[in-house]
């Protein structure tokens, strides 16, 4: 549904309506329908009446009861009942119910993919779906620990684009930025013009990742797609398709934490039974464990060995990684450097 039109209503702006409005007598007794009642809310004949007369048109009592039988049919869910000599009429039920529509609003508040002001013209543009009585409703606040709105208005051109690529079989190309200390946009790599070939999407921890072939590496990349700048949709075909279907999308994205990239291992880990819950939210309920004694167990996962998987192991605290040796030295490595930072080396 489109966005709600606000239309003049004073006497003075109803004279210069064009006479083609009585032909748009219908589209706009759905409009006042949707928008002025619901389930809780109803509008009698003559209130109709008068809010048309809002929009330029003139209606007989005898055409309307014709008219609204027909959006009956076209599907809309009218119902209509009489009190006191007076009859009244309200929309039912409509594509989107108000939990529903309150969920959607939350969930464009809560994520930090969506700028303040993205969030601001989607969640308007949801209102358009309920009464004026319900969007009143949706006016509310969700507050996340930690929540950082993103600072890029681009992010939804940036996503269509690698979609539009996909859907059809076409290369893409774009320049990759980061925040330096001052808050300023860098392009990384000295302003490198990246060229790869887009085969899937990914969300992971609130963040859009496109799944590339990159054909000068020979192998499968992610970049983070609200870092992604100046994309375009070029007219060469997608390369790697052989390489992309070897992998299980599911375990690939899975075993990448956070979308960094690392040596792709089979790893052993010694767990306290109190993480059972942390390790199956992690890997899932497939996971291979087994009891190691009464206070532990073991799990073997596969994971993308890499700093960012150390520190995870090292913040959970009852987690031990047992093997495979070089990747328990590794780790060892990274717990002396650590070490060194804080107790050791005073500069970095």
Request: hydrophobic share 35%; with cysteine; proline share 2%.
């Amino acid at each position: 549904m489109p966005e709600k039109e606000k239309m003049p209503e004073t006497s003075e702006h109803r004279e210069h309506f064009p006479r083609s409005n009585q032909k748009l007598k219908i589209m706009y007794l759905m409009r006042i329908l949707t928008e002025e009642t619901d389930e809780d809310h109803a509008i009698t004949l003559q209130e109709i009446v008068e809010k048309l007369k809002s929009y330029g048109v003139t209606a007989e009592r005898k055409s309307l009861y014709s008219d609204i039988e027909n959006l009956r049919i076209f599907g809309m869910d009218i119902t209509g009942y009489q009190m006191d000599r007076t009859y009244y009429y309200q929309l039912v039920n409509r594509d989107f119910q108000l939990p529903e529509l309150k969920l959607l609003v939350d969930a464009v508040q809560a994520s930090r993919f969506v700028t303040e002001k993205e969030s601001a013209n989607l969640i308007q543009r949801l209102e358009a779906y309920a009464s004026k009585y319900q969007a009143t409703q949706m006016h509310r606040q969700v507050y996340v620990n930690g929540r950082v709105k993103s600072r890029n208005e681009k992010n939804f051109y940036s996503v269509d684009d690698v979609y539009t690529a996909i859907e059809n079989d076409r290369q893409i190309e774009f320049q990759y930025f980061h925040y330096d200390v001052n808050k300023k946009e860098v392009l990384a790599h000295q302003g490198k013009v990246y060229r790869v070939s887009p085969w899937a999407m990914c969300w992971d921890d609130e963040k859009y990742y496109m799944i590339a072939y990159d054909q000068e590496e020979g192998r499968l990349k992610h970049f983070r797609v609200d870092k992604m700048i100046r994309t375009k949709v070029l007219t060469e075909k997608r390369l790697g398709q052989d390489v992309f279907r070897k992998e299980n999308m599911a375990q690939y994205t899975h075993r990448l934490f956070g979308m960094f990239d690392g040596e792709v291992r089979n790893v052993e880990l010694l767990c306290d039974n109190s993480m059972t819950d942390v390790i199956f939210d992690r890997f899932g309920l497939d996971t291979v464990v087994q009891k190691a004694d009464k206070d532990h167990f073991k799990a073997r996962v596969t994971v993308a060995v890499s700093n960012l998987f150390f520190g995870w192991v090292m913040g959970l605290g009852k987690v031990k990684i047992v093997g495979p040796e070089d990747v328990v030295e590794r780790m060892q490595q990274q717990i002396l450097t650590q070490y060194g930072m804080y107790f050791g080396q005073k500069n970095l």
